[in-house]
């Protein structure tokens, strides 16, 4: 069975940092790029980045680029993102998602974790 | 990127059939064959019902079809049930930029 399990969701005040981390089991990790997809309260589905199965491609949403860095520990099971310089806007469910498709990046979401909440406040 | 264009809310009775519109431009839904719809009940994970238009994955009812014409995508529900009450989703790639993708509003369906 394909898990996927987010954790490192913080209230964090504006400018700061923050690293979320996505364990996976039930699936060949390393076979599959992964998404990072937010939503924040009350509201719809945004993209925010995708890297792929070998972490050798990374894309960013223009909202977060220069600002989130994606990455992947193969070795681990892991996808992490790493949040720099955070603002009120990012304030969001952020979910871990597996690409439908073997190495594919132009790959829709299968699964997806249940979330970790980030909250940028002062 | 801008989001796609959904309308906000639908509704229907038991039985009937529905369609939600998903409309981008021709650098996202008209451009590629890669829409995807997601349902998405309150306080659970999105899941995928449509990807590459019009394909179901594995388990999902064939109740629910996807189709596209132009720069709009469309998902439709025949016999409608009462869980089928959710919000949805559509999704496209996009080349606006580099390799993205972007979300519609979501679509908020009612079983009356």
């Known amino acids: 069975e394909v898990q996927l399990v987010e954790s490192g969701g913080v209230v964090v005040q504006p400018g700061g940092s923050l690293r979320l981390s996505c364990a996976a089991s039930g699936f060949t990790f390393d076979d599959y790029a992964m998404h990072w997809v937010r939503q924040a309260p009350g509201k719809g589905l945004e993209w925010v980045s995708l890297i792929s199965w070998d972490g050798g491609s990374t894309y960013y949403a223009d909202s977060v680029k220069g600002r989130f860095t994606i990455s992947r520990d193969n070795s681990k099971n892991s996808l992490y993102l790493q949040m720099n310089s955070l603002r009120a806007e990012d304030t969001a469910l952020y979910y871990c998602a597996k690409a439908a498709m073997v190495r594919g990046v132009i790959s829709p979401c299968d699964y997806w974790g249940q979330g970790t909440l980030v909250t940028v406040s002062s | 990127q801008s989001a796609l264009t959904q309308p906000a809310s639908v509704s229907g009775s038991p039985g009937q059939s529905i369609t939600i519109s998903c409309t981008g431009t021709s650098s996202d839904v008209g451009g590629y064959n890669y829409v995807s719809w997601y349902q998405q009940h309150p306080g659970k994970a999105p899941k995928l019902m449509i990807y590459d238009v019009s394909n179901r994955p594995s388990g999902v009812s064939n109740r629910f079809s996807g189709s596209k014409s132009g720069n709009t995508a469309s998902l439709t529900i025949s016999g409608l049930q009462a869980e089928d009450e959710a919000d949805y989703y559509c999704?496209?790639?996009?080349?606006?930029?580099?390799?993205?993708?972007?979300f519609g509003g979501g679509t908020k369906l009612t079983v009356l």
């Open positions: 999704s496209s790639y996009t080349s606006s930029s580099t390799l993205n993708w972007v």
